[in-house]
């Protein structure tokens, strides 16, 4: 049976008019069309979206639903206040500037976010009502920031992927916004996240992690009790189309048409929708520096830029048309002469041959973006240069700048080297030119758009894999109510429990981690049953084991397995350690506290701890990747091992951890039950030593030698007081 793939986009590949009172239908050929095209072969692909038509008559709707249902489209009717409010609103006039660096355009209406709001859970509400076991459900883009957590609301263990086409910001300029959290929060609701480039994947791990508290493992997120994955996925072309546009006679016709019309002068091209952050304004100011330095020029080459029509009705892109007319104007008064403009400038949209042709024509592609998620003019001016002559000049703010290397980069926002990167491009020999469009070639080709969609679609479905995996271990009520019979059947049952993130949660600073009165009780009620033997297992110190729990007829093992104590006696030192290393380790996790503000040492009898949940979480990254390449070669001569835990690094003796200590216990003691539960990875050791038999326990949703997952400290109490019959 062929896989369902559920696609939510703001606009369905498909316009929709009327004319002389019938509805037209036109399919588009877009990007994003284009990719997922190729999944048709494998996948039954199904939209949801907006038909970009505003209509409240029953019967168009109707119509219009019955028409596109055969297009395997979903279509979701907004009112004009709507489309004014969620997509000309909040998704362009909020997110759009904001997330391209232009903050001084966003505007922060609550009544455009209570649309946002309302539009989104359009969307989810659609899909839910279609949704199927085993369908994929891929969202797309800014204007649906919330749909992917409103879906996992409703369905728990669907299959999400979000994909955002526009660049995601730096989290200090995401955190201007009102609703940030809001808007994570609904991206995380899907497993896998994907952007054009890294930059983006590291902004947005930046603002989850800062936002929510959430754990990060390098790509990984754990959120709400799951694993999302975030990758970089490069959006390509469909390099075949544009690279054999050359061969097709429409567009030899027009290119002899535009070269007889340039008059064997060099081309320049510019292709833009118009928009501020496009940079359009600053590569003309570039060209007329250019034009100015280098005069030897003149009469000898042409600008010709294209600017697509955009959201005409925002006053803010009114005033930009207006501004760039009069650069247009004033720079070929300044330099035209008769049968010269310096720029030939069309306001315009064009049809795939006359593109084509244009790119087939132009010396020299011009894209200076101050901000942008991909650039795909850039790509296919490439493609389509199979002759392997002309250049590209690429701002380095694109996200294809991180593919296109050959390219000459330039930084938009400096006019001179802009200027200083059209002579050299026009200068450039004909066989650098091709050794560096050979390359750019070369990769476009290898990562098209149809390698772009299948490879999303293939994270996406091992991203579920992953999740099946440790949902897998999550004990099962079968499950749990066997163990629960083993134990009560048991004679001599032993049970090893961690403390922290085990029996209780985590603070931001160790010692306001002590035992809650729930905990107190709890713990109070565990020895009632004589023949079982518990064991508290903690990186704690021993003496704070004996402060909370010393009277109460526990075995305690305390420092990952430095210190014991068996019921009723009095502590031990497993072995007798050397501690002198702290001589020369103490002095350095000092100086990290010194440049780690909210940073902290705690000492122990047998190892040094350093603690940095209190610390900015780009900083805590930054320090404690630096501290571990600094102590690695000091913990290979001192004999030590450096054990990275939850927001601490601890450094011990070598040979000290939880297994060992576990296996000395087990060897003392009677035992027909063996019960471990811990939540971090120095309680792997714990479960590694115990026997096939035992019952091992992970908290949380990492990957674990133990058998089994329980998803919080409040599922480990609960489970305990099952155990023991209590309510």
Request: charged fraction near 25%; aromatic fraction near 10%; charge should be positive.
């Amino acid at each position: 049976m062929r896989q369902r793939i559920i696609t939510l986009a703001n606009r369905l590949p498909v316009s929709i008019s009327k004319r002389k009172g019938a509805l037209t239908y036109l399919q588009s050929v877009g990007g994003l069309a284009t990719g997922l095209s190729s999944l048709q072969d494998t996948h039954d692909l199904i939209w949801i979206g907006w038909p970009g038509y505003i209509t409240d008559k029953a019967n168009e709707r109707q119509a219009i639903g019955e028409k596109l249902s055969t297009m395997n489209m979903n279509p979701l009717f907004l009112t004009s206040h709507e489309v004014e409010y969620f997509y000309e609103g909040f998704s362009n006039k909020t997110i759009w500037p904001l997330f391209h660096y232009f903050s001084q355009y966003a505007a922060y209406n609550p009544s455009f976010w209570r649309v946002y709001q309302k539009v989104n859970r359009y969307y989810a509400e659609e899909t839910l009502k279609i949704l199927k076991p085993g369908d994929l459900i891929w969202v797309h883009d800014y204007h649906l920031l919330l749909t992917p957590q409103l879906i996992r609301a409703q369905k728990p263990d669907a299959a999400i992927g979000f994909f955002l086409h526009i660049p995601f910001p730096s989290y200090e300029v995401f955190r201007t916004m009102p609703w940030r959290k809001e808007l994570i929060t609904g991206m995380l609701g899907a497993d896998l996240i994907g952007f054009h480039t890294y930059d983006y994947v590291r902004h947005f791990i930046s603002a989850a992690v800062r936002l929510t508290g959430l754990e990060q493992a390098i790509t990984q997120l754990i959120f709400q009790d799951r694993i999302i994955q975030v990758d970089s996925f490069p959006m390509g072309i469909d390099f075949k189309k544009f690279a054999g546009a050359a061969k097709q006679k429409s567009v030899q016709r027009e290119v002899n048409r535009m070269r007889s019309r340039m008059g064997g002068r060099k081309v320049i091209l510019s292709i833009d929708r118009l928009d501020y952050s496009k940079g359009i304004l600053q590569r003309l100011m570039a060209y007329q520096r250019f034009l100015t330095r280098f005069p030897q020029w003149h009469e000898k080459i042409s600008l010709l830029m294209v600017v697509v029509p955009s959201r005409s009705q925002v006053d803010t892109y009114r005033h930009l048309r207006r501004e760039v007319d009069e650069w247009v104007g004033r720079i070929n008064g300044e330099f035209g002469r008769i049968g010269w403009s310096p720029i030939e400038y069309l306001y315009r949209s064009f049809a795939f041959d006359r593109l084509a042709a244009l790119y087939q024509i132009a010396d020299v592609c011009l894209v200076t973006p101050f901000r942008d998620g991909m650039n795909l003019v850039a790509k296919e001016y490439i493609a389509t240069k199979e002759n392997l002559r002309g250049l590209l000049v690429l701002s380095e703010m694109a996200g294809a700048a991180e593919e296109l290397r050959e390219a000459i980069l330039i930084n938009p926002n400096d006019v001179d080297n802009i200027a200083e990167a059209l002579n050299m491009a026009l200068k450039m020999p004909e066989e650098q030119q091709k050794e560096r469009m050979s390359k750019m070639r070369q990769r476009l080709q290898r990562y098209d758009v149809f390698r772009w969609s299948n490879s999303f679609i293939q994270t996406l479905n091992e991203a579920g894999d992953v999740s099946n995996t440790i949902k897998k271990k999550e004990i099962t009520e079968k499950e749990r109510r066997r163990l629960i019979a083993e134990f009560n059947s048991s004679r001599n049952p032993i049970i090893f429990l961690d403390y922290d993130g085990t029996l209780r949660p985590f603070e931001d600073t160790p010692e306001k981690a002590f035992p809650d009165s729930e905990l107190l009780q709890l713990l109070e009620k565990l020895p009632t049953r004589n023949r079982c033997r518990w064991v508290i297992i903690s990186g704690r110190d021993h003496e704070t084991l004996e402060h909370w729990f010393g009277k109460m007829p526990f075995y305690l093992i305390a420092e990952h397995g430095a210190w014991i104590k068996m019921r009723g006696q009095p502590w031990q030192i497993i072995e007798e350690l050397d501690t002198s290393w702290k001589e020369e380790i103490g002095p350095v996790l000092e100086h990290f506290v010194v440049r780690t503000p909210g940073s902290m040492v705690e000492e122990k009898n047998y190892s040094l701890v350093w603690h940095y949940r209190k610390v900015d979480v780009g900083l805590a990254d930054v320090r404690a990747n630096e501290l571990k390449s600094r102590l690695n070669n000091l913990a290979v001569q001192l004999n030590l091992q450096i054990l990275q835990g939850h927001k601490v690094i601890e450094i011990k003796n070598a040979g000290v951890h939880k297994g060992r200590a576990a296996s000395k216990v087990l060897n003392k003691i009677q035992h027909d039950f063996t019960l471990a539960i811990g939540d971090d990875w120095t309680d792997e050791y714990l479960f590694r030593a115990l026997p096939d038999t035992a019952y091992t326990i992970k908290v949380g949703v990492q990957a674990t030698a133990a058998k089994y997952c329980l998803k919080s400290v409040a599922e480990v109490r609960e489970l305990l007081k099952d155990m023991l019959g209590l309510d």
